[in-house]
């Protein structure tokens, strides 16, 4: 069955950075929007941010813009999460997620990975 599998999660410093990566087998990859959703303790799991198939278009939720980029690689089957000026508020599990169409409603999103945590310290 269509596997999602992200990494790259970690530890990190205030101000530091991080690269999630999320690789796809046996699926479609080119054919699919990705994104990248991201759940806080005690908190609804969000929107961060998503791409479409061919990466020319994207977007980004407000409280990530300027910080953080999406991008894919479809020869690779993978699509990326740069973050940078990473703050504690990021703290989450990031879950990569895949669907059809241009969408931000979660519920949209057919295929989900396993997640990854990602904790930023003050």
């Known amino acids: 069955q269509v596997q999602l599998v992200e990494s790259g999660g970690g530890l990190v410093q205030a101000g530091g950075s991080l690269r999630l990566s999320c690789g796809a087998s046996?699926?479609?990859?080119?054919?699919?929007?990705m994104a990248w959703f991201r759940q806080a303790p005690g908190k609804e799991r969000t929107i961060v941010a998503s791409i479409t198939q061919s990466g020319g278009s994207t977007y980004y939720a407000d409280s990530v813009k300027g910080r953080i980029t999406i991008s894919r690689d479809n020869a690779k089957n993978t699509v990326y999460l740069q973050m940078n000026s990473l703050n504690p508020e990021d703290t989450a599990v990031y879950y990569c997620a895949a669907t059809r169409i241009w969408t931000m409603r979660q519920k949209d999103y057919i295929y989900w990975g396993q997640g990854t945590q990602v904790t930023v310290s003050s």
């Open positions: 046996r699926l479609p990859f080119s054919t699919y929007v």
